[in-house]
């Protein structure tokens, strides 16, 4: 079982990457600064691979800063689900992305 963990922070388009061996809640967690997890709807893909993404459930509410490479890559995912923009919303925050392979991803 391999995965990775893309964490997209509001003031850098780069994410930071880390190889994990299976999910680990307090790592997404610890990416996410401690808040609680909330899974972003519809994002589902992430460079063409299958993904789970997770934000702050309440970043708005603390008023955290536009996630703007986030809230493009979750745009980019519907429409390739739906094949347009379901949702006129924006993410807020660190952003984190989990991708892996099939094992990693079932275990979800």
Same mark, same amino acid.
């Given at each position: ?5 893309? !964490?997209?922070r ?5 994410? =930071? @990457? ?12 610890? $990416?996410?600064?401690g ?15 299958? #993904?789970?993404? /997770? #934000?702050?459930?309440?970043?708005? $509410? ?5 996630? @703007?490479?986030? !809230?493009?890559?979750?745009h ?5 689900l739906?094949?347009? @923009?379901?949702i006129?919303d ?11 392979d099939q094992? /990693?991803?079932? =275990?979800?």
């Open positions: 079982m391999k995965g990775q963990m893309f !964490t997209y509001p003031e850098s388009p780069k994410p =930071s @990457i880390i190889a994990l061996e299976k999910p680990d809640l307090d790592v997404v967690k610890a $990416g996410l600064n808040g609680y997890l909330e899974a972003v709807p519809f994002f589902f893909y992430y460079h063409g691979q299958r #993904c789970v993404a /997770f #934000c702050d459930e309440e970043g708005k $509410g603390k008023g955290l800063p536009i996630n @703007i490479a986030a !809230t493009l890559l979750w980019t995912a519907l429409v390739k739906h094949g347009s @923009i379901i006129d924006v993410l807020c925050g660190p952003v984190v992305v989990l991708t892996g094992e /990693f991803m079932n =275990s979800m």
